[in-house]
């Protein structure tokens, strides 16, 4: 069951055997030895495990298709035939999505709390609750349901990223927490500001004031409320129409915003 849920799990993410060995700070051999089943995981390695694919470490014993738990019990999943509003198709804009990191880490990088869990969901917030007051996404990016909330769609986020590094515009920082190995992404160079507009700015201060003092469990509990998550399918990727069918207790919309 390990080594097929495993498997199944780094496709779905298109990751290659290298990328999960370099995470988990072993070599590719080592790592190919745990999906053919020569070796057996460590706890710690199980952990890793789960914070890369963002799952519960249950999965790894019983697979993905696990009980309903309390974060997925009673969900409606949308219909495919539903006639959404039309709106502007999301398309990746990867260097506004270099401008957007280097903003927000500007901002809240030194906080102790902003790890790779809380920059996710900072992410999927600006693009989200952009998407629900103008009808677009300020990134583009593609957001996946995973167990502990919404994550960007890794080949995308990871190539710039990777990209950044390699020009020194960011270092990234990897520390032993109480949960296992804490990912850090620190700024090295400032944001083009003239790359965002002044709505823009606004927007993602809006959500730096709204969510920087949250930890990342705080934040991954109030996306498990958030109707885009709540009705895309594990794994999926979550349709940026959905955020036109919030409740108030996500929705960013103003009430006059509909007149």
């Given at each position: 069951?390990f080594?097929?849920?495993?498997?199944?799990?780094?496709?779905?993410?298109?990751?290659?055997?290298?990328?999960?060995?370099?995470r988990?700070?072993?070599?590719?051999?080592?790592?190919?030895?745990?999906?053919?089943?020569?070796?057996s995981?460590?706890?710690?390695?199980?952990?890793?495990?789960?914070?890369i694919?963002?799952?519960?470490?249950?999965?790894?014993?019983h697979?993905?298709?696990?009980?309903?738990?309390e974060?997925?019990?009673?969900?409606?999943?949308?219909?495919?035939?539903?006639d959404?509003?039309?709106?502007?198709?999301?398309?990746?804009?990867?260097?506004?999505?270099?401008?957007?990191?280097?903003?927000?880490?500007?901002?809240?990088?030194?906080k102790?709390?902003?790890?790779?869990?809380?920059?996710?969901?900072?992410?999927?917030?600006i693009?989200?609750?952009?998407?629900?007051?103008?009808?677009?996404?300020?990134?583009?990016?593609?957001?996946?349901?995973?167990?502990?909330?919404?994550?960007?769609?890794?080949?995308?986020?990871?190539?710039?990223?990777?990209?950044?590094?390699?020009?020194?515009?960011?270092?990234?920082?990897?520390?032993?927490?109480?949960?296992?190995?804490?990912?850090k992404?620190?700024?090295?160079?400032?944001?083009r500001?003239?790359?965002?507009?002044a709505?823009?700015?606004?927007?993602?201060?809006?959500?730096?004031?709204?969510?920087?003092?949250?930890?990342?469990?705080?934040?991954?509990?109030?996306?498990?409320?958030?109707?885009?998550?709540?009705?895309?399918?594990?794994?999926?990727?979550?349709?940026?129409?959905?955020?036109?069918?919030?409740?108030?207790?996500?929705?960013?919309?103003?009430?006059?915003?509909?007149?």
């Amino acid at each position: 069951m390990f080594t097929e849920t495993l498997i199944k799990l780094r496709k779905t993410a298109k990751f290659s055997q290298d990328e999960i060995a370099q995470r988990l700070g072993i070599t590719r051999t080592t790592y190919s030895h745990l999906e053919t089943g020569k070796t057996s995981p460590s706890l710690d390695q199980l952990e890793s495990l789960s914070l890369i694919f963002e799952v519960n470490p249950e999965v790894f014993l019983h697979g993905l298709d696990i009980p309903a738990s309390e974060d997925n019990e009673n969900l409606t999943f949308v219909d495919d035939s539903q006639d959404l509003v039309p709106r502007e198709v999301p398309q990746e804009n990867l260097e506004k999505l270099r401008e957007v990191l280097l903003y927000v880490l500007d901002q809240v990088a030194g906080k102790s709390t902003f790890g790779e869990t809380v920059l996710y969901k900072f992410l999927y917030f600006i693009d989200f609750d952009f998407y629900e007051k103008h009808g677009k996404s300020i990134t583009g990016l593609t957001y996946v349901r995973n167990h502990y909330g919404p994550t960007p769609k890794q080949k995308s986020f990871d190539a710039v990223v990777g990209g950044m590094k390699k020009l020194g515009e960011l270092d990234i920082v990897e520390t032993e927490g109480f949960k296992g190995i804490q990912r850090k992404y620190l700024p090295r160079t400032s944001p083009r500001l003239n790359a965002l507009s002044a709505l823009e700015l606004d927007h993602i201060n809006d959500v730096i004031n709204r969510f920087g003092d949250k930890s990342a469990k705080e934040l991954t509990t109030y996306s498990h409320k958030d109707t885009p998550w709540i009705a895309t399918k594990h794994l999926q990727p979550i349709d940026y129409q959905l955020a036109k069918y919030r409740t108030s207790e996500t929705s960013v919309k103003e009430p006059e915003d509909d007149l």
